[in-house]
């Protein structure tokens, strides 16, 4: 992971999985699979085409009855759902099941904890997140260094997020010092994967601390380094964010609008129609205001 893209590791690892099985080499092919979709989910990939590989391979794993790689791929699915819209037309009965959550011993909670800390940050649960993500990195050491940096980088923005509305500000001033630490150290190593995360979180730790101009080119930055890698989600994150700077902080509802359309394009692309929507009400917000002060003017 430190030396190529997110995306290009897609393909060798489901031709990984299909040798996997051809060959009798059941474990190898099912570790590939799990590590697929977990490439899938980081690069951005459409969420819409994910749900159905997933359901795919789950209707695949019947017939090969693995309970284990069975529970990861319905906790995908189940972050792939709630992406897409929240579940509510996408989700299915089954659930993962993963046994004791404070057994150490117990290797799938590391997922629960993960995916709990992604689902929790996407969906603006920002006390969960945090609870979830604190859970994720104190299991050092496990999960995989991708899946680790992926969480530290949204535990990062949800304590800025924290700080920005005076929560827990310690704690979260010093969880974005490790963000930033950890994006730094993975944006040497694989600037394609981590330079627009590591943008991101300067553009919002700028944001609160009133450096207006360095925060501008922190933002385009970011989305233009999310551009470049082909994350298309988190290139709507930076848009997102950016958005709120100029409709919260900088007072400019033209470039917050300009922002916003930019954000809900790119979510559009990827799938999810819960984040388009939420956009989309901070647009009509935005577009209100934008007609008073043209009112005003006339």
């Known amino acids: ?114 995916h709990s800390a ?21 299991l050092t050491g496990q ?38 630490a950890a994006m730094e150290d993975a944006a040497t190593n694989s600037e394609w994967n981590f330079m627009n995360k590591l943008r991101l979180l300067e553009a919002e730790q700028k944001s609160i601390t009133q450096n207006h101009w360095l925060a501008i080119d922190l933002y385009d930055a970011s989305i233009q380094s999310a551009k470049k890698s082909g994350f298309i989600h988190e290139q709507g994150l930076a848009c997102e964010k950016a958005g709120f700077y100029f409709k919260n902080k900088a007072g400019n509802n033209e470039k917050a609008l300009e922002y916003f359309k930019q954000a809900r394009a790119c979510y559009d692309e990827w799938g999810s129609s819960m984040k388009v929507d939420f956009i989309q009400g901070e647009l009509n917000n935005v577009q209100i205001l934008v007609n008073s002060e043209l009112a005003r003017e006339r």
């Open 118 to 138: 992604i689902r929790c940050y996407w969906s603006g649960h920002t006390e969960r997140c945090r609870y979830f993500s604190e859970k994720s990195m104190n």
């Open 1 to 114: 992971w430190r030396f190529e893209p997110f995306q290009a590791g897609i393909e060798p690892l489901r031709q990984g999985f299909e040798v996997g099985l051809s060959s009798g080499n059941k474990d190898m092919g099912l570790h590939c699979l799990i590590h697929t979709m977990k490439n899938a989910l980081f690069s951005g990939a459409s969420l819409k085409s994910t749900l159905k590989e997933i359901d795919y391979y789950l209707h695949l794993l019947k017939t090969y009855k693995s309970e284990v790689t069975n529970n990861f791929m319905l906790n995908f699915r189940e972050t792939v759902s709630l992406l897409i819209d929240n579940g509510e037309a996408t989700s299915i009965p089954e659930k993962a099941v993963f046994g004791d959550l404070n057994d150490p011993g117990n290797k799938p909670r590391e997922a629960f904890f993960h």
């Open 143 to 180: 999960g995989g260094q991708p899946t680790a940096y992926i969480v530290k980088f949204l535990f990062g923005l949800n304590c800025l997020d924290l700080l920005r509305n005076n929560k827990q500000v310690n704690k979260s001033r010093e969880g974005i010092r490790v963000a930033i």
